[in-house]
């Protein structure tokens, strides 16, 4: 069966330092992968999309790596600040149509 | 400002009651998309829909119904059929549905057994 899997242990990080967050895959051969912020309580905001044919997408302090090899995603925060604290998620294509098929999102916690 | 409005943001319903979410869009998207929420699991797809007067269901449909008469509004309705409806309820919009353009969410309703 298809799975998404990403750390489901807060990631906790001290102001300055990168954080790097995982999203690994099974059974699917996703076209397009894309990452989501969300805040307590509130919707996911959109941040990023990689291609299959990109290694590496970058957005600011943002960036995004794709290896199809390894189904696996990496989303690197850097320079963190107590503002970048929220969980993330990836979310990969599920069918030829655009249905997205989301992880369940990892917490990251940014101390000053 | 273009965006997805949800209401209520909270909501509780009573057993063997429906009870109906609002989601409306001003971003002119054709695609509009109804997920729950539950701690510690992904979003999960209820229904979807690529054009008005046309809609499918997601991976858990049973005990949910909705509506496209109108481009700009989903509404969802949460029937007595479903037996475990608290969760957090998200509304998405998409330019159309393809899996290369980001949805835009809702802040969501938050649903609850009384």
């Known amino acids: 069966s298809q799975k998404i899997e990403q750390n489901s242990e807060a990631l906790n990080i001290q102001e300055g330092k990168t954080a790097t967050l995982t999203c690994n895959y099974t059974?699917?051969?996703?076209?397009?992968l894309q990452w989501y912020r969300q805040d307590p309580g509130r919707g996911p905001v959109f941040l990023l999309l990689i291609r299959e044919n990109e290694k590496e997408k970058r957005k600011e302090r943002l960036k995004v790596t794709f290896d199809t090899t390894l189904k696996q995603s990496l989303f690197h925060i850097t320079a963190s600040q107590p503002a970048d604290s929220a969980t993330y998620l990836c979310?990969?294509?599920?069918?030829?149509?655009?249905?997205?098929?989301f992880g369940a999102g990892t917490q990251v916690v940014v101390t000053p | 400002d273009g965006g997805i409005t949800q209401s209520p943001k909270y909501l509780f319903r009573k057993e063997g009651q429906n009870v109906t979410l609002s989601c409306e869009q001003n971003l002119n998207h054709d695609a509009m998309y109804w997920y729950r929420q539950d701690p510690g699991q992904g979003l999960r797809l209820i229904y979807y829909?690529?054009?008005?007067?046309?809609?499918q269901k997601g991976d858990i449909a049973e005990g949910y119904s909705v509506s496209r008469e109108k481009k700009e509004s989903f509404p969802l309705t949460v029937t007595s059929a479903q037996k475990n409806p608290t969760a957090f309820y998200l509304c998405?919009?998409?330019?159309?549905?393809?899996?290369?353009?980001?949805?835009?969410f809702g802040d969501g309703t938050r649903l609850s057994i009384l």
């Open positions: 829909s690529q054009i008005v007067n046309d809609f």
């Open positions: 979310a990969l294509l599920s069918d030829s149509w655009g249905k997205l098929q």
């Open positions: 059974n699917y051969s996703p076209a397009y």
């Open positions: 998405a919009s998409s330019p159309a549905g393809y899996s290369n353009q980001p949805q835009h």
